[in-house]
């Protein structure tokens, strides 16, 4: 069974930063792709930014510039470093993983930005 393990969400003042972490364990290889989603409240979940095992990256129009993912093929760990946070920016963050032939999301991680 394979389980995707997010840590580093929270409450930050607009401008603050963050760092989300995500591990996958269990009976896997390397991942092809890792990578965030998120979802706030009444709205679609939409891709924030995702690395592939080559360390190819592809964000969302509205973190460019401000969040920076980065990735550990060999430990299956990614990892999202967020700043300039902005309130927009406040959601369930979703780790996803895809791995040859089957694909995970882990359980999510509230990021709320607010003063």
């Known amino acids: 069974q394979v389980q995707l393990v997010e840590s580093g969400g929270g409450l930050v003042q607009p401008g603050g930063s963050l760092r989300l972490s995500c591990a996958a364990s269990?009976?896997?290889?390397?991942?092809?792709?890792m990578g965030w989603y998120r979802q706030a409240p009444g709205k679609e979940r939409e891709l924030v930014a995702t690395?592939?095992?080559?360390?190819?990256?592809n964000y969302a129009d509205s973190v460019k510039g401000r969040f920076t993912i980065s990735g550990d093929n060999a430990k299956n760990t990614v990892h999202l470093q967020m700043n300039s946070l902005k309130p927009e920016d406040t959601a369930v963050y979703l780790c996803?993983?895809?791995?040859?032939?089957?694909?995970?999301w882990g359980q999510g991680t509230q990021v709320t930005v607010s003063s």
């Open positions: 996803m993983a895809v791995f040859p032939g089957n694909n995970h």
């Open positions: 690395i592939t095992s080559g360390g190819s990256t």
């Open positions: 269990g009976r896997i290889s390397s991942f092809i792709v």
